[in-house]
């Protein structure tokens, strides 16, 4: 396997289940992250991990918990979802230099998993 | 205020034709990066192509070239040659270096359709 891959691909849930998305990248980077992307908006980050360390939570509701067990590892655990959760969930990595504060940073996508939310 | 302004939100270009994407971007910081990302159908969003705000010269990947105007503030993608293989969403997306650990702030996007 090579850069960045994610699974499922796709995910059809009802309100009560629980459910994991995987993410795996290949590229020996020290970051990680997770986007949401809806019909309509622009891509929004949810999470980022910076050597595993979580830096970056941008208001997500509680029924989205992250998991980096380690560089190479991202999870997204969902429970108790709502319709309006239904959107592609990207996930992205990146070498991070100079603590954070470098521009150049390119970030790396997987291929997303589509979530449907019944 | 948005960060990273596309106007257009759909293009389309006769194939072997030349295209531009418009971008534009709000920033006070004087270190940071604008990236350009393709979109397919099939989801994933796939690298193309960077600048930094320090770089004197624009920046080129193949068939990509990013027409930098830095006091105008815009970062337009340039595709030479158009494939039918181009149609896909465009995003420009830019991170700010001084910003902590700040990452990137995407545009809403433009869709480019090439027609044979």
């Known amino acids: 396997e090579t850069g960045v891959t994610q699974t499922p691909r796709h995910l059809v849930m009802g309100m009560t289940n629980k459910k994991s998305l995987k993410c795996e990248q290949h590229l020996g980077h020290n970051a990680m992250y997770w986007y949401k992307q809806s019909a309509k908006k622009p891509l929004e980050l949810m999470f980022v991990?910076?050597?595993?360390?979580?830096?970056e939570n941008n208001s997500v509701p509680s029924r989205f918990s992250p998991e980096c067990p380690n560089s190479s590892h991202l999870f997204l655990h969902l429970h108790t979802l709502q319709p309006e959760d239904s959107a592609l969930y990207l996930c992205?990595?990146?070498?991070?230099?100079?603590?954070?504060?470098?521009?150049?940073?390119?970030?790396?996508f997987g291929p997303g998993t589509r979530l449907t939310v019944l | 205020a948005q960060k990273i302004t596309q106007t257009q939100p759909g293009m389309f270009v006769q194939e072997k034709e030349a295209v531009t994407l418009d971008c534009t971007y709000d920033t006070s910081d004087p270190s940071y990066g604008l990236f350009w990302y393709k979109q397919p159908s099939s989801g994933e969003m796939i690298f193309l192509i960077y600048q930094g705000s320090y770089d004197q010269q624009n920046a080129t990947e193949g068939r990509y070239s990013l027409n930098f105007q830095k006091a105008r503030k815009s970062a337009n993608l340039v595709i030479s040659a158009s494939q039918l293989g181009d149609s896909a969403m465009y995003f420009c997306a830019m991170r700010e270096a001084n910003s902590g650990n700040t990452p990137l702030v995407f545009g809403k996007g433009t869709r480019l359709s090439v027609i044979a």
């Open positions: 991990y910076n050597f595993k360390e979580q830096t």
């Open positions: 992205a990595s990146s070498q991070v230099e100079g603590g954070g504060r470098s521009s150049t940073d390119t970030q790396y």
